[in-house]
Structures are given as C-alpha cells and as structure tokens.
C-alpha cells in the first residue's frame, strides 16, 4: 500500500479545460494506485517482447508512428494548442515538428549507438582475457511530465525509450490529460502491442503511485520542487532517475550585436509559449553601452505583440498562462518588483489568463523576478560592464539549464561559455536546442540530474552489461587462486615488478622468476 502523508479527497475525474477560452474539453480519470500499478504490470509483460524485438523492426513501429503524426499534423497541434490556452503555431513548431526529426533519429542510430564493443584491457589481454559492454533496456519507463511542452517532451523520452528495447508508462499532466490520451490514441492507430506505451491520467497523487510502482526508471520533466520529492520517493527503491527542471535562464548581449535582430530574439526567447518554457530567457544583461538603446527597443517592440487567443494559428502571439496558480506566481514576482522599486516598462495589464508581456528594470538579484524561475511573460533586462561581469551575473544562480550570449565575436563568446555553468550554451541563439534530437538536454545544478536526447540521453535508457572472458579459463587455474603458497606470493611480487618496474634488470629478473615458477604455481590447487 501506498501510505500517502495527506489524506485529501480527490475527485474522480479531471476535467481538460482551454485555459484561454474556459471551453470544457474533455473529462479523464484521476487515476489511483490500482489502475497504475495495472498499467506498470501491462507494460513489463509487455516489454518481455519488446526488448527482444530486432532494432530494425522496432524503428519500423517508430517511423510508422512518424508518419501518423506527419499526416494528423494539423489535428495534433490543434489539441495541444486547445489545452495549452496557445496558439496552434506555436504548438506546431515547438510541440509537433521537433518529434519529425526526433523519429528519424533514433530509428536510423539506435542500433549503431547501442553497439557493443570491445574494450581495451591492457595486460589482461596479455593473459588471455577479453571484455566486452554491451547495452541492455532497464524494463519498464515511467515519465512525468509537465503541461507546457505536453506532445514534445514525453514523446521525444518515449520514442528514445522504446527504442532502447523498453516500455513505458506515461503520467500526463493534470492539466494536459487530452494530450496524453491522444498519444496513447496515436499509438493505438499504429496497432503498437498493447503494453508498450501505457498512459495514467491523474493529479499528483497518480504521479507519485507511478514512482512507487516498480517502474525501472523515471524520467521525470517539472519544476525542481516536485522533482526533489520524487528523488525522496525513488531512493526508497533506488530506483534510477533522469530529471529534467527549472530554469532561470540569463542572455547576455553586447555593445557590438545588430540591435534589430537581437531584440527580437530576446522578445521571442522570453515570451515563447507565453514565456512557460524552462529555456525561456528570464533575465537578459546587456552592456551599459547599449542598454538604453536595447531596452527601448524591447519595450517597443513588446508592445506590438498581440496577447489573445483564437482559432485562426497566426492571429496572436502570445496566449493564455496555464492556470490561477500559475497567474498567481506571476503576479507575486512583478508585485515583489514593484514593492522593491523596479519600472514596468511595458505591459503588465492582466486580463483573466492573459498577461500582456512585462518588461521589467531597475532590478537586480535581490528581486523575485531575477532570482526565482517565474515562468511567465515577464522580462527583467540589467546593464553590466565587463565580460567577468556579465558571467559572474549569469552563473549567481541555482539553476544552470540553459545561457545565451550574443555578439558578433565568435571567439569572445566561445571563451565566455567555457566559463558559464550551463549544461547548454547558445551563441546568437535562445530557446531552440531541446528541438535538435542530436544533442544532449538537461540541466546541471538544480535545473536537473542526468539527459535526455543524443547520444547521452538513449545512454540513459539502458543498463551497461560488462562480459569478461578467460580465453584459457578451462585449460589452466588462475594463479592467485586457492591455496596460498610462498611460491605463489613471491610469483604475485615478480609480476609486480615485470609490469611496473622502471628499470630493466629488474623486469629481466622477474620474467625468468615467473617462467621458472608458472609450472610449480599452476598444479598447487585444492
Ligand atoms: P510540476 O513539478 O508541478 O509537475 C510536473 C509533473 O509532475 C506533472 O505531471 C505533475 O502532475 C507531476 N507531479 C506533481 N506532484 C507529483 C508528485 N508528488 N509525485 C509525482 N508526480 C507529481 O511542474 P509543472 O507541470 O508546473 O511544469 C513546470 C516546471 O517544469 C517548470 O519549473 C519548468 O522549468 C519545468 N520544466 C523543465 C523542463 C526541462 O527540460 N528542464 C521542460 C519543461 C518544464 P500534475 O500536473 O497533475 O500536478
């Protein structure tokens, strides 16, 4: 039994609503710990077939799959952007199109990725051993993750997974559970065997019975808070976990950018997907030289953006916030701002989900909105100096997912970004790079503790299996065996020296000593 440490009533179903329009979209189950453990226990029969299956056919299902969503594009993105309160651009650039490529990734490389190999052991070869590694699925996969990526992010871990020869179940989450049907529904229509992709609707509560129901792995996407929970929850099992979380990411510009360009990419870095993205820019330093110039650019170029939502995919740009509690946060760091002194420069006018994009100065590492990720449309914009300057600003900070610089001195930035403690740094770009299924993502410090994508990431789904061989194991006894004998000590100390020895004569001396005694050593036995 799962002892749960608030005992709260919790509704049956969780009702599927378009945060921008208030439209009901749908009603799932609030799934318990019984219907979990049944979808775990699905997949791991499941995965008893799956696991052995040839890569070639398993990335047949995986481009069959592709296809499908090649086809339903539209109807896709219209989901996600229904339930996200978004735009169905912005849902089908940053939800659908990514996966395309991510398909056709893992389905040609996997096998090559998961080859084994051969490895070098040095003067163990010399005595007639060989070692291999080879890469096996951990079972079943179980992934959490958030409503803001609620397509891209779980179903980039699932192709990974089940191409790695694992299964998975999905928790979706409560916000998005439309979303996490329509997967499992994507499956379905493929004809996948029933098992290998398994989808638990529910709240928090079915996320937490997920991690305790014998999953082998979590890979888990969500802010740092519950990410931390989890780890408390798996390491009672010592079950394995990827976790993907917050960020508070800084874009650091100077004096010598093209201000047109790099003012719309800090507007579009920070007010993507209403600024709900964990890469979002949520702070940008800009050099002294320039600031006034940049941030009057900003605020004016903010102001164009059209805050709205509605079916036509191009006619707003940035849609609804998620939810109340994500309003509320947003709220309280801008409030935080304005108590301690900051300028509103732009927006800020909320109108029941929408908040018109904030630019915020005047602040510093003492306001909220610097500080703590706030996930949210609003953009606090710092002068700095110099180059040290700018990367001991960027680096104060508990997270490390993601940092921009921009400049046209390739060099300068490449030497900065050896000095950022991100897991990844984009020069003259932002946001983009969770979407190029070739390179890693995760996050180091609290953004995150392990990858997903490239080659890292598929490393993550599987268990490293090392095979030993001893070529001569059933023609002759190893000599440290049993029983220890004063030929066998003084054969072990001559070993020594013939390996490590730096001097010659003493190596000389310890070969003759080994060939003299191999015989005498190799008949002492039990
Ligand atoms: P949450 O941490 O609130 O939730 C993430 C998932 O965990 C949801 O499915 C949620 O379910 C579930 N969950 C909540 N409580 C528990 C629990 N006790 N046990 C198991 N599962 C639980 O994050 P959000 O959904 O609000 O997502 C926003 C956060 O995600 C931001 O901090 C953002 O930076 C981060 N994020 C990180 C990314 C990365 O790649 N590094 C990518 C995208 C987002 P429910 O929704 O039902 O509560």
Redesign the pocket.
Known sequence: MIARTEVVERPPLLRSVNPATGEVLGEFKNMNETEVLSAVMKAKQAQKSWGFLPFEERAEWILKFKEFIRKNIENIADVISKEKGVSKFEALISDVFPILDLCSFYAKNTEKILKKEKVKIGIWEFIGRESYIEYFPYGVIGI??????PFS?PVGQIVIALMAGNTCVL?????TPKTGIMIKEIFDNIRLPQGVVEVVTG??YT??CL?KAGVDKIFF??????GK??IKIASEKLTPVVM????KDPMIVFEDVDLDITSDAAIFGSFFNTGQV?ASVERIYVQRKIFNEFVDLIVEKTKKLRCGYSAVPWEYDVGAVISEKQLLKIKEHIEDAKEKGAKILAGGKIKSLFVEPVIIANVDGRFKVVSE?T?GPVLPVMPFDTEDEAIQLANDSIYG?TASVWTRNIQRAKRIAQKLVYATVMINDNLITHAIPQVP?G?VKQ??IGRTHGKEGLLEMVQIRHIHINKMGQKIRSPWWYPFTPEKYRFALSLTNLIHSPYLKEKIESLLNIIKNIGKVSKQHL
């Open positions: 959490i993750s958030p409503w803001n990526f992010i928790k979706p989450s409560e916000f709240d928090g996320g937490e991690v996407t969500g802010s740092t808070f519950t929970r989890i993907e979380l917050g960020g964990c990720e996930f997912l993502w996050g953004s995150g």
